[in-house]
């Protein structure tokens, strides 16, 4: 026969339940806590690693921007050099250059300039002169089209600004140490001899057929 259940029975019964609920929720109320001081770290730990990865960032900005505009420095600074030392290349070949197309020359200089009213000026890279020809060289480290239609200008304001020349034929021609194949066949097709590296020195890439054209 089953006990029979008292008052005094279900009261501890129900004090134990109570008593567990209460230790549930200490238990509880501990890990919650545990739960956001845990949260709360990492948290923060996050905010540094944030703020390290974006100064890092910054000075990797800085760092680069400073490295960039030093590199650019540089070229541009052995762009020039490298032009000139490709200029004074050509003008010491121009002597053999231009006598093997029956043209002996008696002169060779660097950079001539003249002046017009109105600010305009003209700047020769190379000049090579005989007793009746006159060829004018652009020197490029790498020739782009532009520098041939800018070079073909000049030839055609020759004269005007050099007239101690008027009674010579004005011939063309353009140098570079890079010259893309189609750059070279525009300036032949222009009729301007065509000025290309060989080795450690320059050569003419014009063809024998090539006929230079008189400006």
């Known amino acids: 026969m089953p006990e029979t259940l008292t008052v005094d029975d279900v009261w501890k019964m129900f004090q134990e339940t109570n008593r567990l609920f209460q230790e549930s929720q200490q238990k509880w109320e ?9 949260t709360d770290r990492e948290m923060h730990a996050l905010r540094e690693m944030f703020a390290e990865t974006s100064r890092q960032m910054r000075e990797s900005s800085e760092e680069t921007d400073r490295k960039i505009k030093k590199v650019s420095t540089l ?8 032009g000139d030392f490709v200029e004074g290349i050509v ?13 002996p020359v008696h002169k060779v200089t660097r950079n001539i300039k003249a002046y017009l009213p109105g ?14 020809v006159a060829v004018l060289v652009e020197v490029k480290s790498r020739l782009q089209l532009k520098h041939i ?3 073909i200008k000049r030839l055609n304001e020759f004269k005007e600004f050099f007239p101690e020349y008027a009674d010579k034929q004005t011939i063309g021609a353009v140098a ?3 010259i ?8 032949m097709d222009e009729g301007l001899f065509v000025i290309v590296q060989s080795g ?3 050569e003419l890439a014009n063809g024998p057929d090539f006929v230079p054209k008189n400006w």
Request: proline content about 0%.
């Open 91 to 103: 003008a010491a070949a121009g002597t053999t250059l231009f006598a093997k197309w029956g043209i």
């Open 75 to 82: 070229v541009g600074n052995l762009g020039s050099r490298w």
């Open 180 to 187: 893309d194949e189609q750059v070279g066949r525009y300036a």
């Open 149 to 151: 239609q800018k070079h």
């Open 200 to 202: 450690e020195n320059v």
């Open 119 to 132: 600010n305009r000026e003209m700047e020769i890279d190379v000049l090579v002169v005989n007793t009746t």
């Open 30 to 38: 501990q890990y919650s806590q545990e739960s956001r001081v845990k």
């Open 176 to 178: 570079g140490i890079v």
